[in-house]
Each structure stands twice: as structure tokens, then as C-alpha cells.
């Protein structure tokens, strides 16, 4: 008989096996039921919760103190992001940056979008997963979307120059079985295959004590996207590997909040050219560069080029 997940106590100093953060932005009715689902996870082992709310309008932390008194709680007067908010519960937690993490910080750290809802098991079977294989610095589960396909993001390839021109292109859609055409979301790799990916998804990225020990917290320039693909390369760099794993599934809505925010959308391509240009522009030839840029021109638009024209270095990671 399966052993109930505890909600471990602010003030007990064991080792805690799993530390989920929640960053919230007015999605209180989806909220309500992912947390539904993670407190009745089933499994021997011990975790902690944290609600960041990204300065919501909708009533949603004052939902979660009152429904749920066991999950911790933490409000931002703004709303700095996806990476900012996160980055607030793992400090909580005790992850402070790379070389500076608490005694009592869990064995695992859990990026969990608040529009996702858990089997009972998922979160034991995950641990269990990353405790059998001790290599991985960072796992993800099958995301399953609302009509039952599934999320492509939740096993990816980097977005490299010949990566992403042959995905925005097209090419991949018409070659979806070709390695070296969709590698973006790797269409040719069976959707039930466990595989070493380049990078999961931070709707549910579950990722090592001692990998963010040695690599520190998401890089708060990504406001919102990219910044899972920046730590899971980082994570990569630093000797982990990074894995998905569909023997344990996932519902994830996605986009719930980020539909409500003409922001958030125009985000995408600037994280993609944040990316690019930290991780690969250096290494690019001028001529493919130049392609890149009119590229992400294109999809991005005016407000990408000012930021391409005002920011042109990246800030570094934490």
C-alpha cells in the first residue's frame, strides 16, 4: 500500500526530498486544481510547496492561504516573470545561486506551472526515477495537452541556427521523421521512448540539488520562455544529463496565462534571440548570423528589433 506524500514542516531540519514552486499569474481556478492534485500525490517521501503569485488581480493567493494552510505562500508587488518568480521560491527553499545552497534545501527542486494536475503517483515515480539514475541533473515527464495529444515542448532539442531555421522553415513539418530536419521537438522519436533530451519543459522541470549547486537559478533575462532551455543547457554544460521520461504522465492545459497577456506573447522570439545570442552567436558564421537575425526580424517584429538594438549582450546567469 502506497505511503501518502507529507507536506514536510517549516520548522522540521531533515532533508526534504522534493521542493515544488508554483509561480502564479491569475489562473486561481486552474491553481486551485493543481494543488488538488499534488496534495493527494501518494508515494514515501517528504515535500514542501511554494505559491509565488506574480502580483495577481484574481484573488488567487488569499484562495490558496485559505484553502490550502499548508502550502507557503509568497507575494510579489509585481510581476517580474516566470524566471524572477521562480527564482523567489527556490530561494525560499534555500537554493541561492551557484555554490551557495542551504543544508536543509531539498534533494530536488520542482518547476510546476500551476495549469498542470499530477497523478497521484507522478511525484514519487519521478523521484524514484532521478534516484535510480544519478547521472540526470534534470527530468521531465509526458505532458499530456486538453485534447488528449501531446506537448511537443516537453522533450526538446536547443534551438541551434540550423535547428531553428529548419523548424521555423518548415521543414520540420514536412519531414516530421527525419533526425536531422525535426530535431526542434523531435517528431521522429516515438512519444512513449524515454530518451536523453537537450532540454524538458519548465511547466514541469525536475531538476537536482547538486545540479543547481554547481550551476545557480534561471537567468531572470528570459521574462518568460527560453529560461528553462538557458538552465537545461547550463545543466548539460556542467556534466549532467537531461532526460524524459513518459512513464509518468502529466495533464498540462498551457497557456493559461500567458494567452491573457499580449507580453507574454511577444516574448517567444525575444527569448529565442536572448538564447541565440548567449549561447551560439559567438560560434556563428557572419553569414548564417545575419540570416538568424532576419529571421527572428520577421517573427518578432519592431519591438524585437529595439531590443535587439538596446540590449545587444545578454546579462549573466546567476
Keep these: 500500500m502506497a505511503i501518502c506524500g507529507t507536506i514536510a514542516s517549516m520548522t522540521e531540519q531533515a532533508l526534504h526530498d522534493l521542493g515544488i514552486v508554483i509561480v502564479n499569474w491569475n489562473t486561481c481556478e486552474l491553481l486551485r486544481r493543481c494543488l488538488q492534485t499534488v496534495l493527494a500525490s501518494e508515494g514515501a517521501f517528504t515535500y514542501r510547496v511554494v505559491l509565488v503569485d506574480n502580483a495577481s488581480t484574481d484573488g488567487s493567493a488569499e484562495m490558496v492561504r485559505r484553502e490550502f494552510p499548508s502550502v507557503q505562500v509568497l507575494v510579489s508587488a509585481t510581476n517580474g516573470g516566470f524566471s524572477y518568480g521562480n527564482n523567489l521560491g527556490l530561494r525560499h527553499l534555500g537554493y541561492h545561486g551557484a555554490g551557495h545552497v542551504a543544508a536543509d534545501a531539498p534533494r530536488y527542486a520542482l518547476l510546476l506551472n500551476p495549469d498542470t494536475e499530477v497523478p497521484p503517483t507522478s511525484l514519487y515515480e519521478m523521484l524514484r526515477y532521478m534516484d535510480a539514475h544519478p547521472e540526470i541533473g534534470a527530468a521531465g515527464p509526458k505532458l499530456i495537452l486538453e485534447d488528449g495529444s501531446l506537448d511537443k515542448a516537453c522533450r526538446r532539442s536547443f534551438p541551434t541556427p540550423m535547428v531553428a531555421l ?39 522541470m525536475q531538476v537536482r540539488r547538486e545540479a543547481i549547486q554547481a550551476i545557480g537559478l534561471l537567468d531572470e533575462t528570459f521574462f518568460m520562455y527560453g529560461e528553462d532551455l538557458d538552465w537545461a543547457y547550463r545543466i548539460k554544460q556542467a556534466g549532467w544529463k537531461v532526460f524524459y521520461h513518459p512513464q509518468v504522465t502529466v495533464k498540462h492545459v498551457k497557456r493559461a496565462a500567458s494567452r491573457k497577456s499580449k507580453k507574454a506573447q511577444q516574448e517567444f522570439q525575444r527569448a529565442m534571440w536572448l538564447f541565440y545570442q548567449k549561447h551560439y552567436q559567438a560560434k556563428t558564421p557572419a553569414w548564417l548570423d545575419q540570416l538568424v537575425k532576419l529571421g527572428l526580424l520577421l517573427k518578432g517584429g519592431r519591438s524585437l528589433w529595439q531590443e535587439m538594438r538596446q540590449h545587444p549582450f545578454p546579462m549573466t546567469s546567476p
Design 166 to 204: 529548419y523548424h521555423f522553415s518548415g521543414l520540420a513539418k514536412l519531414f516530421p521523421n527525419s533526425p536531422r530536419f525535426a530535431r526542434y521537438n523531435m517528431t521522429f522519436v516515438d512519444e512513449d521512448q524515454e530518451i536523453e533530451v537537450d532540454s524538458v519543459v519548465g511547466a514541469y
